[in-house]
């Protein structure tokens, strides 16, 4: 293997680890999925219960339901219920259930929020695809995304969780690739949770039921769709959550500055 | 004897105020953010593609999906208004609608003015439809009613007509109810003046005596207690010129089909 930009293998040296494409997608994504996180909210809000099936209102029992009663807030997952006072159903006074903080617009807006779910969902959808594109032809989904099969033995792939749970990332040689478990959430998202929540969300659409009746059989109709747009959302809210947390602790600032200008220190090799 | 108490700024606190400082810092940046005229236009262009794309990708005719029976919702809840005052409604109710009359008119060649009577005995279609409100609630029903198209054959729509008016005989606080479909939409199989549900006559809380199906989009174009269909160039001078009570009113799209 040569490759003139990088001298040696021994770690502390910068690499170029992030092509363009990725690194304007991933800031092009960044924005939209938090714009379609925080107008869904909204959107959820106007209708706080979730059911299964092809329809679903008032006189259904929810599978989900957060609300507010005598002064509680509450959340209702089937049979239990979980107060949340302060958090979901009621806070600062007002009964909403996702609070104005984490809303667009922070007020009660069905009509503004449904304005930036859409125009923001164009956003998502148009970037995206060409990303899938790029990232096939250019075969970046095959070499750096997808994990080899020795990556997928068991074995393997229990000493990365381990590594992980006792913060112990890849150094030197090992960190030019992404590990196992980021290419695993890396594909995850990319081909599964950014899709299911697009086909979802189409799926909420009449005049699209109307064009492709096939997304109501896939997703078992409009309300099934709605409830797994909803944990679609919750499992993308995780995937941040984590990928935040690793930033931080694989360090803030070389991993900012590698999806920024795609440069890469390797982290020199330690005696264990 | 008094207890003064000092605010004490611990680190907990601190962070807890930073916190709350920032998130209102970002409330109101946010919301000045959406406000501007630029945005506005940007989102409103993302609003535009949506409705190019839809009818790009779906037959002019693509039927909504038709459920069984065995789908219907037990319980078919009622929206917005359930119970209209204005024009003479309760007095129509108490008569069964023997006097309704729906108007036709616009820009038509021969404006018509069709008694309950009338319409029931012409072509009907029923229709097991799902019904989905703009707010996320899901109900499905039965529907019997006159197809529109009939309704516009009859009336011979004028070419310079690109628009399709219901006036309705419910209002908010005085601001009538209305709604408005394109061409497109107005002569789909689908979209009928139903008069019937679940196989009864239309109930008032529903929109006695007719309501319009419009099934490939959301709930508040199934305009209620349908008293004139009106055919027009241009939606300017109608209301607030948005199209629709919840459009002028609350800046809903006017377009509904997602």
């Known amino acids: ?272 | 004897m008094t207890i003064v108490t000092r605010p004490v700024l611990t680190r907990r606190r601190l962070i807890g105020s930073i916190g709350a400082g920032a998130g209102s810092l970002l409330l109101s940046g946010c919301d000045r953010i959406a406000a501007s005229p630029t945005v506005q236009n940007v989102l409103g262009a993302g609003e535009g593609l949506t409705f190019r794309a839809q009818r790009l990708l779906s037959d002019r005719t693509a039927l909504a999906r038709e459920f069984s029976a065995l789908d219907m919702s037990p319980v078919f809840r009622t929206n917005g208004n359930t119970a209209p005052t204005a024009n003479g409604y309760e007095r129509h109710a108490a008569e069964k609608f023997a006097n309704w009359r729906l108007v036709v008119d616009g820009l038509v060649r021969r404006p018509q003015s069709l008694s309950m009577a009338q319409i029931r005995t012409m072509p009907a279609r029923t229709q097991i439809t799902r019904h989905d409100c703009v707010e996320g609630w899901s109900a499905i029903g039965k529907w019997t009613g006159l197809p529109l198209k009939l309704v516009l054959n009859a009336a011979g729509v004028l070419p310079s007509a690109r628009y399709v008016v219901f006036h309705c005989a419910d209002d908010f606080d005085g601001d009538p109810y209305y709604e408005s479909v394109d061409l497109i939409d107005a002569y789909h199989p689908q979209t009928i003046l139903a008069w019937g549900m679940n196989d009864e006559l239309l109930s008032v809380g529903h929109g006695a005596p007719l309501r319009l199906r419009v099934e490939r989009q959301l709930g508040y174009k199934q305009a209620k207690y349908v008293m004139r269909v009106s055919l027009v160039a241009s939606m300017a001078e109608i209301g607030a010129g948005k199209g629709g009570y919840w459009e002028d009113s609350a800046g809903y799209q006017w377009y509904a089909g997602i």
């Open chain 1, 1 to 272: 293997m040569h490759d003139p930009q990088q001298r040696s293998f021994g770690g502390g040296d910068l690499i170029y680890r992030q092509r363009r494409p990725v690194r304007l997608w991933h800031w092009i994504n960044a924005l939209s999925v938090f714009v379609m996180l925080m107008s869904g909210l909204m959107i959820f809000n106007a209708h706080p219960q979730l059911y299964w099936g092809q329809y679903g209102a008032n006189a259904e029992t929810p599978w989900l339901a957060i609300g507010a009663k005598d002064d509680a807030g509450f959340l209702k997952l089937g049979p239990v219920t979980i107060p949340t006072t302060g958090v979901l159903g009621l806070s600062g006074g007002v009964e909403r259930a996702f609070p104005p903080l984490v809303t667009i617009p922070s007020s009660y807006d069905l009509a503004g929020a449904r304005q930036w779910h859409f125009a923001f969902a164009w956003l998502l959808v148009v970037p995206g695809l060409l990303f899938w594109l790029w990232g096939l032809i250019t075969k970046h989904v095959q070499r750096d995304l997808a994990p080899t099969p020795a990556e997928l033995h068991p074995r393997h792939l229990w000493q990365d969780i381990k590594d992980h749970a006792r913060l112990r990332f890849h150094t030197g040689e090992a960190a030019r690739r992404y590990n196992v478990l980021q290419k695993l959430s890396y594909i995850g998202v990319l081909f599964g949770l950014l899709p299911a929540m697009v086909l979802t969300g189409l799926t909420m659409s009449p005049g699209m039921d109307a064009a492709w009746p096939w997304l109501l059989d896939l997703f078992g109709g409009r309300q099934s769709a709605r409830s797994i747009h909803f944990i679609c959302a919750a499992l993308l809210v995780l995937f941040i959550v984590v990928h935040l947390l690793m930033v931080v602790l694989a360090g803030p600032l070389n991993e900012l500055r590698s999806i920024i200008t795609g440069w890469y220190r390797l982290p020199k090799e330690k005696a264990r």
